[in-house]
């Protein structure tokens, strides 16, 4: 089954003639443990994209689907519901609230869900435990580098049982190698079975999803088909 | 890729015989760039005629041996190697790009959809980008020479991904305002030029 499906989603903003079509006809289809990664030019729709598959905004036609869920008429609280348990959202600029530690920043989504403090700590232990950054627990988000900062970020997107994670460019201002880092634990939580979205415009983080959709003024132009295992690069003829 | 001066960097580790060169280069490459044993005796015989690398004749076995000569890199040899890893490649005449030259003409050809033509190309890109990533996230995690040649190919590819999109755009925004002028006429006989050396 998809964890994320779009059917026909169209979105525009403005009155004709100044009418603008950020998305026109989408389909895409997500399934448990994919990851997809969607590029495109400035405007192309990415983050629309983005932003309507995780309920934030509603599209002008089609349908979204989350676990099967028609979103269309979705009653807010349960929507709200859906948002904090079964999406994780990863941003640029982290996000982190400034005020709780790496801990009570992971652990915030199961809170505000209201499962107990200590059983929500326990599972954003766990997520932080997960990435590499459980001994930094107790810091708060300006005592962590950048690198650790979207680490706990992550930890709190998939804490719990999130089964959909939407990353606007997750990797920020990472140098390379960290952004790998990064891109690497979202793979890792799409091997566990997450469904991931990421939007990026960087060639190199979209080349870790198994696929790569491209958009272009709304629509999907085109997408990517499983390329053949690594091995067939090793095997290149000898050098002269 | 100068296989001579790599071998000279393995020799200056210290003696070597030349199977051991070659399955040294390898492990050093990540296994992608396979060498022939030929092609390392070879090579091995013109550093030893310029005078940059220097043989025992002693097998594994201590014993003199025509076959399995010990190799050892000499002082020239040592300064040959460290001017070599100082000197930039020559990286100043844009090369025939086949890529770039397809992409000119899609841009020319009427009745020719250059942004399909390009889509085209930088889906293979992706994919192939995909597939040295694969490697990225198994074998080269604990290899350092493959880390290191995996990122070398991440980023060509990227950058050949990087002018695609510039291309897209700029023909796009060229045919939304035909009234442009589509080049500045001085650039091109100066790169025609410099392309001509190759």
Known sequence: MSVLELRGVSKTYGQEPARVHALDGVDLSVQAGEMVAVMGPSGSGKSTLLTIAGSLEEPTSGDVLV?????????????????????GYVF??????PG?????????????????????RAAGLAALDALGVADRAGRFPDQLSGGERQRVAIARAVVGDRRLLLADEPSGALDSVNADEVMRLLH??????????VVTHDAQLAAWADRVVFLRDGRVTGQTSRP???????TPGEIR | MSVPHVLLALLAEGPKYGLQLREEFEAGTGEVWPLNVGQVYKTLGRLERDGLAESDGTGP????????????????????LAAWLRTPPDLTAPPRDELVMKVLVAARVPGTDAHEVILAHRLYLLELM?????????????????????????????????????????????????????AVPAAVPQLRRLGARR
Do not use: H, Y
């Open chain 1, 100 to 120: 709780l530690t790496a801990a009570e920043n992971a652990a915030l989504p199961l809170e505000l869900d209201g499962v107990a403090v200590p059983k929500a």
């Open chain 2, 61 to 80: 076995d201590g014993r003199e041996k025509t076959g399995q000569k010990r190799f050892r890199i000499t002082a020239a040899g040592a300064e040959a």
């Open chain 2, 130 to 182: 995909q597939q040295w990533t694969r490697l990225k996230e198994g074998e080269a995690r604990d290899d350092l020479g493959l880390a290191l040649v995996v990122d070398a190919e991440l980023f060509r590819l990227d950058a050949v991904t990087r002018w695609l999109d510039a291309a897209d755009t700029r023909i796009r925004r060229a045919a939304a305002e035909p009234s442009r002028p589509a």
């Open chain 1, 228 to 234: 053949p295992g690594p091995e067939s690069l090793l």
């Open chain 1, 92 to 97: 640029q600029d982290f996000n982190l609230l």
């Open chain 1, 67 to 87: 676990c099967g869920m028609a979103l269309a008429g979705m009653p807010p609280g349960r929507k709200a519901r859906l948002r904090r348990r079964v999406i």
């Open chain 1, 188 to 197: 890792q939580a799409c091997q566990r079975g997450v469904a991931a979205v």
